[in-house]
């Protein structure tokens, strides 16, 4: 990534010659990059694109009003690649990209502007995010409704976006079948225990699991009927 | 018993392919000395979910009961060879202690 140079505030105070754009060449190593000179001195490196908007020119007066607007583009331009860098290596929810980029001292209205624009762009995707936390939440156990809301929740994911995809993963997913299927696993590596005490760690396993109680209690109440036949004979 | 019998059975009748309800009625029926209807239950456990490796060393038990330690051991065979599969090291080394038992 091209080096920014931040306008220089000096460039106003002592300076008394006029303020005028001298250069705007492309860099080598990027030509959508414009290095931007006034009366000969470098004082910012732009996108093309961000050039054309500001309406950049040579021989334009340079003002502190450009100079300022030059700076907010700049400061959008950092934001914005850190913004990318950030999802490039990770996925995020809205929240946490936003909190992100305000401990990196952008202001309000700039980082609004970027997490709209990321999200526009399809970089930030806070549905897809959520469902790929559920999915890694169940991926080698099942888990009930209240563990994956609380996983979302810690991960940020906006309570409406957590709600649909909880609700989408619950649809698809049978909790007493899974939760069932979830305690018979459990079963199956506790040996020899007596049928209350393997009860009731079944219980707190479904419950840590965040399945809802009464899918704990239909759960735990099957075990209670079939538990006796088994550990009489595993005795 | 009779009542647990019932009531599995009655488990059963909702959830049909509930393998595990399944082995705790062939379980029940063993209890009772009921060979063939253990071994029956103790059938349908396996074909509605072959990891249930116990049923294999109980079915084994089951029919080494009732005079056919051939099949028992045939039983027990497969149950090794399932038990060694899924990595359950406890229930193929109890299988294999029946087996050797049988075959001594």
């Known amino acids: ?235 | 018993m009779h009542d647990r019998i019932e009531q599995l059975k009655k488990m059963l009748q909702a959830e049909p392919d509930d393998a595990f309800c399944m082995y705790g009625l062939a379980l029940e029926y063993a209890k009772r000395g009921d060979a063939a209807e253990a071994v029956s239950w103790f059938d349908r456990t396996i074909a509605a979910d072959p990891r249930q490796c116990y049923a294999y060393f109980h079915k084994a038990k089951s029919q080494h009961e009732a005079g056919d330690a051939t099949a028992a051991q045939g039983t027990l065979q497969t149950g090794l060879r399932q038990a060694r599969a899924m990595g359950d090291l406890k229930a193929a080394s109890e299988i294999e202690a029946f087996l050797d038992e049988l075959e001594s």
């Not at chain 1, 009731?200 to 399945?211: D, K």
């Open chain 1, 1 to 235: 990534m091209p080096r920014k140079r931040a306008p220089q505030p000096g460039l106003f105070a002592d300076d008394r010659s006029p303020n005028v754009i001298t250069g705007m060449e492309p860099l080598a190593s990027d030509p959508n990059q414009r290095r931007i000179k006034v009366n000969g001195k470098i004082v910012a490196t732009l996108r093309t694109g961000d050039v054309a908007d500001l309406g950049l020119a040579v021989h334009l007066a340079w003002t502190k009003s450009l100079a300022q607007r030059v700076e907010r583009v700049l400061a959008i331009d950092k934001a914005r690649q850190q913004a990318l860098a950030l999802l490039s290596a990770r996925a995020l929810s809205t929240k946490t990209l936003t909190r992100r980029l305000r401990d990196r001292g952008h202001s309000e209205s700039i980082v609004r502007q970027i997490v709209d624009e990321v999200r526009r762009d399809g970089w930030l995707n806070e549905r897809a995010y959520a469902e790929e936390i559920v999915r890694n939440a169940t991926r080698r156990k099942p888990a009930g409704r209240m563990l994956l809301e609380q996983k979302l929740a810690q991960r940020g994911v906006e309570p409406a976006t957590a709600g649909r995809v909880v609700r989408a993963a619950s649809d698809a997913q049978d909790d007493r079948a899974a939760a069932y299927s979830l305690a018979r696993r459990r079963l199956a590596t506790m040996g020899s225990v007596a049928p209350d005490t393997a009860v009731r760690r079944v219980a707190g396993l479904l419950a840590r699991r965040g399945f809802e109680d009464d899918v704990v209690e239909a759960t735990i109440e099957r075990l209670r009927t079939i538990l006796p036949s088994i550990s009489d004979a595993h005795d």
